[in-house]
C-alpha cells in the first residue's frame, strides 16, 4: 500500500478540466511543502511537471497547476489534449524516518 | 543538457546481488543530490535512496538492510547494489537527479530511460 492515496483513474473529455488528490497525513504532504507531480506515458520515464506544490519547470504548460490545503496536495489539468493522457504520480518528503514517498497513481483518460 | 543512463545486468538470480550503475553526462555528480527509483511491473513509484557528493545516503525503510548506494566521482558515475533479491525485486529501476530543499529531498529531474531487471532462476 502506497504511503499517499490517489484515486486509481480519472478521465475527462478535451477541452475540460480535472482535478487529481493525493491525500498524505500530517507526517509528509501535512507538514511540508515539498510536493512534486510526475507524468509517465506507457514505456516512458515519468516527467516532472509541478514541484514545490505550485511550481512549474521551465517548459511545462501551464495547463498545469498544484496546490495543497492540509494533508491533500491536487493537480489539475485544464483544456484537456490527448497527448495529456498518461500515468500521474505525487510525491512528498516525509521527514526524517520516511524520507521519500510516492502515492500509487493515476491513470488519466482523455476520452 | 543532464542526461542520466542506467547499465547493468537484465537478468538476476534470486538469492543474489543486483548491480546497477548510472552513468552522468552535462553535469558534475558533486553537485545535487543522486537517486534510484524502481517500479514493478504494471505498478507504481518506489523510492529507493539517495546519496550526496560528500558520500552521505538516505535509503528507503524498507530496503535500507539491502541497499547501497555509492559514488564514483572520476567516471561521474553513481551505483545501487540490493542485495538477497527476490522475485519482488523485478522492476524498471531508474536513475535521477534529486534537487534539495535546504537539505532536505525536493523534486526528481531529470530521469534516466529505465533499465528492467529481472530477479528469475
Known amino acids: 500500500q502506497s504511503a499517499l492515496t490517489q484515486p486509481a483513474s480519472v478521465s475527462g473529455s478535451p477541452g475540460q478540466s480535472i482535478t487529481i488528490s493525493c491525500t498524505g497525513t500530517?507526517?509528509?504532504?501535512?507538514?511540508?511543502?515539498?510536493v512534486s507531480w510526475y507524468q509517465q506515458h506507457p514505456g516512458k520515464a515519468p516527467k516532472v511537471m509541478i514541484y514545490e506544490v505550485n511550481l512549474r519547470p521551465s517548459g511545462v504548460s501551464s495547463r498545469f497547476s498544484g496546490s495543497k490545503s492540509g494533508n491533500t496536495a491536487s493537480l489539475t489539468i485544464s483544456g484537456l489534449q490527448a497527448e495529456d493522457e498518461a500515468d500521474y504520480y505525487c510525491c512528498s518528503y516525509a521527514g526524517t524516518g520516511t524520507i521519500v514517498v510516492f502515492g500509487g497513481g493515476t491513470k488519466l483518460t482523455v476520452l | 543538457q543532464v542526461q542520466l543512463q542506467e547499465s547493468g545486468p537484465g537478468l538476476v538470480k534470486p538469492s543474489e546481488t543486483l548491480s546497477l550503475t548510472c552513468s552522468v553526462s552535462?553535469?558534475?555528480?558533486?553537485?545535487?543530490?543522486w537517486s534510484w527509483i524502481r517500479q514493478p511491473p504494471g505498478k507504481g513509484l518506489e523510492w529507493i535512496g539517495y546519496?550526496?557528493?560528500?558520500?552521505?545516503?538516505n535509503y528507503n525503510p524498507s530496503l535500507k538492510s539491502r541497499v547501497t548506494i555509492s559514488l564514483d566521482t572520476s567516471k561521474n558515475q553513481f551505483s545501487l547494489k540490493l542485495t538477497s533479491v527476490t522475485a519482488a525485486d523485478t522492476a524498471v529501476y531508474y536513475c535521477?537527479?534529486?534537487?534539495?530543499?535546504?537539505?532536505?529531498?525536493?523534486?526528481?529531474?531529470?530521469w534516466g530511460q529505465g533499465t528492467l531487471v529481472t530477479v528469475s532462476s
Open positions: 500530517s507526517s509528509d504532504v501535512g507538514s511540508y511543502n515539498l
Open positions: 535521477a537527479r534529486l534537487t534539495r530543499y535546504d537539505w532536505n529531498p525536493n523534486w526528481f529531474d531529470p
Open positions: 546519496l550526496y557528493h560528500s558520500g552521505s545516503t
Open positions: 552535462g553535469d558534475s555528480i558533486n553537485t545535487y543530490y
